[in-house]
């Protein structure tokens, strides 16, 4: 968060149009360090929805000043998407609700550059100009090089491509003492499946 949100001061943020879910997401994150997400065992189209919340979640941190919170949330992105790959639907609502240069921005283009189908394209409805001709030019880009885009995408190889604390020269969120206290390494912790036979 911002330094003068903190310390002896007391502001106080409103928050009248948020959706209570981001903020459990943040006070969750805030205590645990862990992006918690749907249980494991749920049906893959539900991931469209997890990740829908997960943007919201992106765009609250945002507005917050969190980068730390905006790079957990990314890095759950990408598992997310990673797994089931319904990421790129949201294309319009990322480009709607983040700003010019927002990382997650690259990420969506990386996505579609790296792993997408004509068939992504299909459903205009899913996206605006502006995400249009950021993908047009990054594919130019992939035609004139074309040996700079095989092997391992660079959303998995290295997330913090993705990451704010890379342009301002700081160690990532999974790197700071409350990680390591934490024991969390990960952006992403899916809680275990109930076993159909325990008792509920």
């Known amino acids: 968060m911002k330094k003068k949100w903190t310390g002896d001061n007391n502001y106080i943020l409103k928050l009248p149009d948020d959706k209570p879910e981001n ?3 943040y006070v969750a994150w805030l205590y645990s360090n862990r992006i918690f997400t749907k249980p494991e065992g749920e049906v893959s189209k ?3 929805v997890e990740v829908d919340g997960l943007i919201d979640a992106y765009v609250f ?7 730390d919170f905006k ?12 797994e089931d790959g319904w990421c790129y639907i949201n294309a319009r609502k990322i480009w709607e609700y983040t700003p010019p240069g927002a990382l997650i921005r690259r990420y969506m283009v990386d996505t579609f550059v790296w792993e997408g189908s004509e068939k992504w394209l299909e459903k205009v409805s899913y996206f605006n100009q502006d995400f249009l001709i950021e993908l047009g030019r990054a594919l130019y ?3 004139a090089s074309p040996k700079d885009y095989t092997g391992v995408t660079p959303f998995v190889r ?4 993705y990451h704010e604390h890379t342009s301002k020269g ?12 934490c024991q969390a390494v990960m952006a992403v912790e899916k809680p275990k499946a109930h076993n159909k036979s325990s008792p509920q």
Do not use: H
């Open 23 to 25: 903020i459990k997401v």
């Open 46 to 48: 539900e991931s469209s």
């Open 61 to 67: 941190g945002d507005k917050i000043q969190d980068s």
């Open 71 to 82: 790079d957990a949330i990314i890095d759950a992105i990408i598992e997310v998407s990673e």
């Open 141 to 143: 880009k992939r035609i």
């Open 158 to 161: 290295d997330s913090c491509l």
């Open 170 to 181: 700081e160690p990532c969120y999974k790197a700071s003492t409350r990680t390591i206290q």
